[in-house]
């Protein structure tokens, strides 16, 4: 499958899906609106007065990727762990009083630096499931252990959260694939005594998903965004696609409105865009939301199974590699 890698046009002019609004002021911390478009909104300003200036309980879904305080650029500098840890805990509280009960943050993060944050941040939620996001395309030229994951922080706002697992199975392994078919012990945990001729039939779909996010078919993680993906933008520390997809169509719907504080370069308003969710976003930085807004304009009128099919096939394509 092609992506594009221009605005469409039609007999030679620009076809634009949305339009910048403002005249951009670097460092501006008062949000203002930068682009805007018939899905969503990119705003540009400080992520926590954004935060604040949103009606309660008016979004289904957010995901964050924040600073994480290693100094990767001058917004991901703290003074201390400590003020770092009081910055968190600022915009986490703002992002439950926007979500609507049935929604779900994600903060993504190294394991380091959210075990400072879990705690803290779990009283705004019911509950919270630590995800690990493994890669194995990352250089490690230091003298440490070498970094192959990252993780993300799931919290919930209620018991009756949104999660769509039939949209995010994963094949079986071949041991269940080659005995498909069998019945349920009366010892099963399934079974509790009661259904010892019960047959258990594999899900059509595939297997649950589980808490580490490899893409199994031989287990095949999800990569990094790397040189000479299609998504690649100059953004340090930017996020693939196809992680965001995954998380996008566990935990929202179509026509939900899908909020990243921290977009960066825009991958999440882009896989909300791409699988017909509304999207608001901001960052602080003009140049980070003038890449998103150039990907918003790009994205493809294709179906979600598309897209679906589209990861799996990137799934086998790097699995024939290896």
Same mark, same amino acid.
């Given at each position: 499958?092609?992506?594009?890698?221009?605005?469409?046009?039609?007999?030679?002019?620009? #076809?634009?899906?949305?339009?910048?609004?403002?005249?951009?002021?670097?460092?501006?911390?008062?949000?203002?609106?930068?682009?805007?478009?018939?899905?969503? #909104?990119?705003?540009?300003?400080?992520? !926590?007065?954004?935060?604040?200036?949103?009606?309660?309980?008016?979004?289904?879904? *957010?995901?964050?990727?924040?600073?994480?305080? *290693?100094?990767?650029?001058?917004?991901?500098?703290?003074?201390?762990?400590?003020?770092?840890?009081?910055?968190?805990?600022?915009?986490?509280? #703002?992002?439950?009083?926007?979500?609507?009960?049935?929604?779900?943050?994600?903060?993504?993060?190294?394991?380091?630096?959210?075990?400072? !944050?879990?705690?803290?941040?779990?009283?705004?939620?019911?509950?919270?499931?630590?995800?690990?996001?493994?890669?194995?395309?990352?250089?490690?030229?230091?003298?440490?252990?070498?970094?192959?994951?990252?993780?993300?922080?799931?919290?919930?706002?209620?018991?009756?959260?949104?999660?769509? *697992?039939?949209?995010?199975?994963?094949?079986?392994?071949?041991?269940?694939?080659?005995?498909?078919?069998?019945?349920?012990?009366?010892?099963?945990?399934?079974?509790?005594?009661?259904?010892?001729?019960?047959?258990?039939?594999?899900?059509?779909?595939?297997?649950?998903?589980?808490?580490?996010?490899?893409?199994?078919?031989?287990?095949?993680?999800?990569?990094?965004?790397?040189?000479?993906?299609?998504?690649?933008?100059?953004?340090?520390?930017?996020?693939?696609?196809?992680?965001?997809?995954?998380?996008?169509?566990?935990?929202?719907?179509?026509?939900?409105?899908?909020?990243?504080?921290?977009?960066?370069?825009?991958?999440?308003?882009?896989?909300?865009?791409?699988?017909?969710?509304?999207?608001?976003?901001?960052?602080?930085?003009?140049?980070?939301?003038?890449?998103?807004?150039?990907? *918003?304009?790009?994205?493809?009128?294709?179906?979600?199974?598309?897209?679906?099919?589209?990861?799996?096939?990137? !799934?086998?394509?790097?699995?024939?590699?290896?």
């Amino acid at each position: 499958m092609t992506r594009r890698k221009e605005v469409p046009t039609f007999f030679g002019e620009v #076809q634009l899906k949305g339009e910048r609004v403002n005249v951009v002021v670097e460092n501006n911390t008062n949000p203002v609106l930068f682009y805007r478009h018939e899905n969503g #909104q990119l705003w540009q300003g400080d992520s !926590i007065e954004w935060l604040k200036s949103l009606p309660a309980e008016s979004v289904d879904m *957010i995901f964050a990727d924040p600073p994480y305080n *290693i100094k990767k650029a001058n917004w991901d500098t703290f003074e201390s762990q400590e003020e770092y840890i009081k910055f968190s805990m600022l915009w986490i509280e #703002q992002a439950a009083r926007v979500l609507k009960p049935v929604g779900t943050l994600f903060v993504c993060g190294f394991s380091e630096i959210l075990a400072d !944050i879990k705690h803290p941040a779990s009283r705004f939620f019911k509950s919270c499931r630590w995800i690990v996001w493994h890669y194995k395309n990352k250089a490690n030229l230091g003298l440490d252990w070498g970094r192959s994951h990252e993780s993300i922080l799931h919290f919930r706002k209620s018991k009756k959260f949104t999660f769509n *697992i039939d949209n995010i199975r994963i094949p079986y392994n071949e041991h269940t694939l080659k005995y498909p078919s069998h019945p349920q012990a009366e010892t099963s945990q399934y079974s509790n005594g009661k259904n010892g001729n019960h047959v258990w039939e594999p899900h059509p779909n595939g297997a649950k998903p589980k808490d580490v996010l490899e893409i199994p078919q031989d287990l095949v993680e999800i990569p990094t965004t790397c040189n000479g993906m299609h998504e690649k933008t100059p953004h340090p520390t930017q996020k693939p696609e196809e992680l965001l997809r995954k998380l996008i169509l566990a935990s929202s719907n179509v026509g939900d409105t899908v909020l990243d504080p921290f977009c960066g370069s825009g991958t999440t308003p882009v896989c909300a865009e791409q699988l017909r969710r509304k999207w608001i976003a901001c960052d602080l930085s003009p140049e980070y939301l003038d890449w998103a807004a150039d990907r *918003i304009n790009r994205v493809e009128e294709w179906s979600i199974e598309k897209w679906m099919q589209y990861d799996t096939e990137n !799934i086998k394509r790097r699995n024939s590699i290896r």
